[in-house]
């Protein structure tokens, strides 16, 4: 029973680089949505994407960029790091938007330096 | 937007003990209520979950009791163990579209 699945696990950046982290939803679920958990903080909404599209963003820069695969898969992309963007970043899928139960993967950790 | 108020910050019981943990939002349209649970360097769990048309829901040795006059929840453990140790996210549906609006999380403590 394959959950959420988030790679890589941790990653070291430099200032001003991009970074590109990929999310593989429960099978079966269409919906996948991003979080940034900043250490000590709850998780804060980036995106949320169904069936391909965008159907929500959070209150992040244009730095922060997002697409789905048409096998449900999600790439979260950040360019131009800074060091602010260090943090835990968590995938969520669900069944569909409109279904409630969200379910998280692992995270990826992002240290900028 | 929503907002989401969650207290305490941090929780310490003995082992056996109950903690009760609040949260209060602002949007009176929300409908939507989970809890997670983080341990360390780990994914939130979803632990227990209500919708506005209920007022309880019980799994064991959690429950969870919404008013939607007063717009607060809250995350009720009995006879906690120290596996229990964890910190303890309240969220809400933001009805403007599908996200989750998360608390600042409670620290919780459970001591043998």
């Known amino acids: 029973d394959a959950g959420v699945t988030q790679s890589p696990t941790h990653l070291i950046k430099t200032r001003g680089q991009h970074v590109t982290l990929r999310c593989s939803p429960i099978?079966?679920?269409?919906?996948v949505s991003w979080y940034q958990q900043v250490l000590g903080q709850g998780p804060q909404f980036i995106f949320q994407y169904y069936e391909k599209e965008e159907r929500g963003r959070g209150n992040f820069p244009d730095r922060f960029s997002a697409r789905q695969f048409p096998n449900y898969s999600s790439e979260l992309n950040v360019n131009a790091l800074l060091l602010g963007d260090s943090a835990l970043y968590l995938c969520a899928s669900s069944l569909r938007p409109v279904n409630y139960e969200q379910y998280f993967g692992p995270g990826t950790r992002l240290t900028v330096t | 937007g929503e907002n989401v108020e969650q207290h305490p910050s941090t929780l310490s019981v003995q082992e056996g003990d109950s903690a009760v943990i609040k949260c209060t939002y602002s949007d009176s349209a929300s409908n939507y209520f989970p809890w997670y649970k983080q341990e360390l360097g780990k994914r939130p769990q979803l632990i227990i979950d209500?919708?506005?048309?209920?007022g309880e829901k019980k799994d064991q040795r959690i429950a969870v009791t919404l008013n939607k006059t007063a717009k607060h929840f809250s995350l009720h453990i009995t006879e906690t163990q120290p596996e229990d140790s964890a910190v303890y996210f309240c969220a809400a549906r933001d009805t403007g579209f599908q996200k989750l609006v998360f608390g600042t999380g409670t620290r919780l403590l459970v001591s043998p």
């Open positions: 209500i919708r506005s048309n209920v």
């Open positions: 099978s079966g679920h269409k919906s």
